[in-house]
């Protein structure tokens, strides 16, 4: 069964920073890519970041670009992202996937920026 589970959103202010965590579980977490998404509602799924199997490639949406950062530890088949410089228009619900067949997503975790 393959499971990602998302953690570390939650309320933080606008210029803060928050980590977030997803643990993967039930495929070979090291062959494949993995990354972020994010959703407003209402709105489409948007791409933030992805990063290939070694972390060698990494890329990220020119809205995210220099203020947040996608790693993983392929040995504890985690991906993460490091969110700085924390805008309003960054809230959102944010999703894990992999590059699995067929793609898999976590149920996602909640970002709000807010003063």
């Known amino acids: 069964q393959v499971q990602l589970v998302e953690s570390g959103g939650g309320l933080v202010q606008p210029g803060g920073s928050l980590r977030l965590s997803c643990k993967a579980s039930?495929?070979?977490?090291?062959?494949?890519?993995v990354g972020w998404h994010r959703q407003v509602p209402g709105k489409e799924r948007e791409f933030v970041a992805h990063?290939?199997?070694?972390?060698?490639?990494?890329n990220y949406s020119d809205s995210v670009k220099g203020r947040f950062t996608i790693s993983r530890d392929n040995a504890k088949n985690t991906v993460y992202l490091q969110m700085n410089g924390l805008k309003p228009e960054d809230t959102a619900v944010y999703y894990c996937?992999?590059?699995?067949?067929?793609?898999?997503w976590g149920q996602g975790t909640q970002v709000t920026v807010s003063s």
């Open positions: 996937n992999a590059w699995t067949t067929p793609r898999a």
């Open positions: 990063i290939t199997t070694s972390g060698s490639i990494k």
């Open positions: 039930g495929f070979t977490f090291s062959k494949h890519v």
